[in-house]
């Protein structure tokens, strides 16, 4: 009886192979969706994590209290073993001295005489260590417009459309004023090393990138940094940095020197944290109305499925088997069905996430310019949630789907059935 | 006299209407024995589909006893009426109904997986039951492949095969031409009376009635007249 219902079952491909291919389609495209909405998030919180405000983030207590402000005066001093400390105590993490600063560009014309003046937007970063990864968080390489990037500290970067402005070029040599930090004037040469861009008309008025050393040096900050940013190995996790920053901070806790080290995460930082929790919710949401169409969908296949058998049922019926037996097996089918159409489209969904979560789709070409702020490559990531999130409303409704149709077997008087048979 | 396999006592059949109930059957009391080939005749809404439903336990009357094989139709629970239809009836319809995605052989062995029967006996009864039917060289065809005629043997076999005490034929020949429901009434007329199983049928067909040994004219949900036409003992 068996062989012969799953006979039927193979031979008849609107009973077998368009429902198989419904489901297992329905399916794998949730998977997808869930694992490219998940990337396309992490990737713009990466992008965050990258530019400002780090996975983690170490600073002085005081400074921590007036972030905002970033004063200098309030940097951590030490820092060098702090970052030290930081990658051996928390393996896989990266730890590095970033400081921002503002100041006053002033371009001298041939006779070192002042030509014009501009405000710029500081950061320094490791731009010159072998095997530095800053240069890719700030995804400098792409974002040149010409020139190439520092090699020496005395090199930096400046924003394109500044230095179409003043009229200064690849070579060119510039005083940066700014403050030291104990809150004197500073003075240091630097020669134009390239011209790069943000992406943010705001930054690209007016913005300078050299070396962590540089500023160091500068601004009178050697082995101290206001802010120490910490990366993981992968993208964010919240976990991962709860506890990292708990096992952190329960270090000093009965210290109560206001220039203590103090660890935050990325969520404590300029509402990042209901940004997270908003873009979840957001994905969250967008895959809950996709999985609730598709069910819709399989739901009705499994509906119609039941309803365009009415007569091959009568005639079942008429041969005397029973109608519970009819109905089991039309749901013994149904499960089936979305179990092989759950798994096929699960283990599809997986590889073409898998594909975009490696490979990803370079957007750059999308864009008229490749800039700093702008997410370069376009990457899906698949989490576990992607294993449930299409099997479970696959199979649920297209077996739904049979339970109701076949509730209709019941429902109809066996003569109904039977008048179906009448054509 | 031979033994009564069907008693109808008082039998009606309503059907609620928007005004009151409507009688399909009314009031029918008629005794049918082993072996006979009886046709229910009339005009279109007579009510002949209805008596054949409830005569094959597919529906139950609404007032009176029909009694099939000793069994109150009325009274029968899903598994008892599907039991009935099993292993004591067949039924052969109009417009063959065959499963389209089964071979002919597979069609008229599904009654016999539900009898739970061995594949051994299977095989054999199916090829017997084709062979009455003159069909047993198609047993691997589909049934698209084959005539209306041929297809109407399948169902005539599947009707069969369970060697049934009771075929009822709801117009069995109404979509073939002269010659094939000729030689369709010839074959079931042979089969009746090599294995004395009852036949009712539902017809409009002349061709059909001169083989009958019994009609019974229905109108209006009520017997009409009831004529004997050759008795064979
Ligand atoms: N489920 C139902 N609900 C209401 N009325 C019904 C139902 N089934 C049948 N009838 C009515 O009962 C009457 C008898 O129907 P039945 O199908 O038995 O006629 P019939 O003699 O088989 O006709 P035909 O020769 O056209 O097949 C018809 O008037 C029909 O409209
Ligand atoms: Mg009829």
New interface residues.
């Given amino acids: 009886?068996i062989r012969?219902l799953i006979?039927?079952l193979l031979?008849?491909r609107s009973r077998s192979l368009i429902p198989l291919i419904v489901t297992s389609f329905g399916v794998m495209i949730t998977v997808v969706l869930h694992s490219w909405l998940t990337g396309i998030m992490s990737e713009s919180l990466e992008l965050n994590a990258n530019i400002t405000t780090g996975h983690m983030k170490v600073m002085t207590k005081a400074y921590s209290e007036v972030m905002d402000l970033s004063p200098l005066n309030l940097s951590i001093i030490g820092a060098d073993s702090l970052v030290k400390g930081l990658k051996k105590s928390y393996a896989g993490t990266d730890w590095v001295k970033r400081i921002r600063f503002g100041g006053l560009v002033d371009v001298p014309d041939e006779k070192g005489e002042t030509k014009a003046q501009g405000p710029v937007v500081g950061w320094s970063l490791d731009l010159l260590t072998k095997g530095t990864k800053e240069i890719e968080r700030f995804n400098l390489k792409k974002s040149l417009i010409s020139g190439s990037l520092p090699k020496k500290t005395d090199e930096g970067l400046l924003t394109d459309v500044f230095a179409k402005r003043y009229n200064i070029g690849i070579g060119d040599t510039f005083l940066l004023f700014s403050n030291t930090f104990e809150g004197s004037m500073s003075f240091t040469n630097f020669t134009v090393a390239g011209t790069i861009r943000f992406g943010s008309e705001a930054i690209d008025r007016g913005a300078l990138i050299i070396d962590i050393k540089a500023a160091e040096k500068s601004f009178n900050m050697e082995d101290s940094a206001p802010e120490i940013l910490g990366f993981l190995e992968h993208q964010y996790d919240d976990e991962k940095v709860n506890l990292i920053s708990e096992d952190f901070n329960s270090l000093y806790r009965n210290n109560d020197d206001e220039f203590r080290p103090y660890m935050i995460r990325m969520r404590d930082q300029n509402d990042m944290g209901s940004i997270i929790d908003y873009s979840q919710a957001i994905g969250t949401l967008m895959v809950a109305i996709f999985v609730g169409a598709m069910s819709v969908v399989l739901w009705n296949a499994g509906l119609l499925g039941g309803l365009r058998r009415y007569?091959?049922f009568?005639?079942?019926?008429?041969?005397?088997?029973?109608?519970?037996a009819i109905y089991k097996s039309l749901i013994y089918e149904a499960i089936l069905i979305g179990l092989i159409g759950s798994i096929t489209g699960t283990i599809s969904g997986l590889g073409i996430s898998y594909y975009l979560q490696e490979k990803g789709i370079d957007i750059s070409n999308l864009m008229p310019n490749s800039s700093i702020l702008m997410p370069q490559i376009a990457r899906a990531n698949i989490t576990i949630a992607a294993l449930y999130i299409g099997f479970i409303p696959g199979l649920v409704s297209t077996v739904l789907g049979a339970v109701i149709s076949g509730i209709g077997i019941f429902k109809r008087?066996?003569?109904m059935l039977?008048k179906e048979?009448?054509? | 006299m031979r033994e009564a396999i069907i008693r109808l006592e008082s039998v009606s059949k309503l059907y609620p209407t928007g005004s009151g109930n409507f009688r399909a059957i009314n009031n029918i009391s008629l005794v049918f024995t082993k072996g006979e080939f009886c046709g229910l005749v009339g005009p279109s809404g007579s009510g002949k589909?209805t008596l054949l439903?409830i005569l094959?336990s597919?529906?139950t009357p609404t007032e009176g006893t029909a009694k099939v094989l000793g069994r109150d139709i009325g009274k029968l629970t899903?598994?008892e009426?599907?039991?009935?239809?099993?292993?004591h009836?067949g039924?052969i319809?109009?417009?063959y109904?065959l499963?389209p995605?089964?071979t002919v052989f597979?069609n008229v062995?599904?009654?016999l997986?539900?009898q739970r029967k061995t594949a051994v006996e299977r095989k054999k009864l199916v090829m017997d039951s084709l062979e009455w039917v003159g069909i047993a060289d198609k047993a691997k065809s589909m049934p698209a492949q084959l005539s209306g005629g041929e297809c109407q043997r399948v169902a005539i076999a599947?009707a069969m095969v369970k060697r049934p005490d009771i075929v009822l034929a709801?117009e069995p020949s109404a979509n073939l031409d002269a010659e094939n429901s000729i030689r369709i009434v010839e074959t079931m007329k042979q089969l009746n009376m090599e294995f004395l199983t009852t036949f009712i049928f539902a017809t409009h067909d002349e061709k059909v009635m001169k083989f009958l040994d019994r009609i019974i004219h229905l109108k209006d949900g009520m017997v009409e007249l009831d004529k004997i036409i050759n008795k064979t003992s």
């Fill in positions: 009886m012969f006979k039927g031979k008849d007569s091959e009568g005639i079942r019926l008429a041969m005397g088997e029973e109608k519970i008087k066996t003569s039977f048979l009448e054509v | 589909t439903n094959g597919l529906d899903h598994k009426s599907a039991q009935l239809r099993n292993y009836i039924f319809f109009q417009t109904n499963l995605v089964y597979e062995e599904f009654t997986l539900l599947r709801d």
